[in-house]
């Protein structure tokens, strides 16, 4: 299910094949589409749309890959057109499907799966008793398994799998109007309140550990939740009523959030984060692409 990492790895991938003269497209999912706007049902090339229009994720890799044509699929039929599209219309060399492990219409040069590092000490448990989306055994079809925030969740992982991605924090938060502070900013706040609505929630609260932030409280949605006027409305009551000072969120909640930064009172800044791509990972992609080239 959610929660392994999959858009900041593919703004990871998109850049690192971008500097190896690739040109990059993306086809996405587009997950978390209001399905009362227009573009709902609808696969289109990302352009200026807003997150209910596209998707959080998706405005999440266009403010990271401004030059990168992504093209917001529909349905399993789309993403093959996606593909098309993007090949025959935008001339790239490589599609990269944000999420696509279980759709068999789309034939694929290489198969990355992404496994977050709690997801690997948990029960293995398919959806709804577990995470997993089909059986363990699914992976033998994956060309390459790349264990994730392996420096939140398991600091030996690095030992037994080469494969391994870690988080890398950036040392500025983002805020509402698009500008970054920086994150030492937080040492004058008394009162922070972490909120996201990601889809692993566990991974932010490690995140702020290793941070050395403590949110004196949290609030936890669903992924890609929808944030509403009423949503704000109750949001204000609680900062009001736990005398909260200011507001910790993840990049893509941030998205959702800027548009009321008129009616939340105190200060709202995302932390930021990246992943890099090892030397190992780096090799074993070029060699699969190579082998297509």
Not at 156 to 169: E, P, R, T, V, Y
Request: with cysteine.
């Amino acid at each position: 299910m959610g929660g392994s990492g999959k858009t900041p790895f593919t703004i990871a991938l998109s850049k690192f094949l971008i500097s190896k003269n690739y040109s990059v497209g993306i086809v996405a999912t587009g997950h978390g589409r209001n399905n009362n706007n227009f573009f709902f049902g609808q696969s289109f090339l990302m352009e200026n749309q807003s997150w209910e229009e596209a998707g959080d994720e998706t405005v999440l890799l266009k403010n990271n890959l401004n030059d990168v044509p992504i093209y917001v699929s529909w349905g399993k039929k789309n993403k093959v057109h996606g593909v098309n599209y993007l090949s025959e219309k935008n001339n790239c060399d490589i599609v990269i499907l944000d999420d696509a492990f279980q759709h068999r219409k789309v034939y694929r040069d290489l198969d990355i799966v992404l496994i977050s590092s709690d997801d690997l000490m948990g029960s293995q448990k398919m959806f709804p008793y577990g995470l997993l989306r089909e059986p363990v055994l699914g992976l033998k079809r994956a060309n390459m398994v790349i264990e994730t925030k392996g420096n939140l969740f398991n600091e030996d992982s690095g030992a037994q799998n080469q494969f391994i991605l870690h988080w890398k924090f950036n040392d500025c938060l983002l805020m509402p109007n698009d500008e970054t502070c920086a994150i030492s900013v937080l040492e004058k706040y008394n009162n922070i309140l972490s909120l996201c609505a990601i889809g692993n929630p566990e991974s932010f609260k490690k995140t702020l550990e290793l941070l050395k932030i403590t949110p004196k409280k949290s609030l936890v949605y669903p992924d890609h939740y929808p944030f509403k006027k009423r949503d704000i409305h109750k949001i204000n009551q609680f900062i009001n009523k736990n005398s909260v000072d200011a507001i910790l969120c993840t990049e893509k909640d941030l998205i959702k959030l800027k548009q009321y930064k008129k009616m939340i009172k105190i200060p709202v800044g995302a932390i930021t984060i990246n992943y890099c791509l090892n030397s190992e990972i780096e090799k074993e992609i070029l060699s699969k692409i190579r082998e297509v080239f």
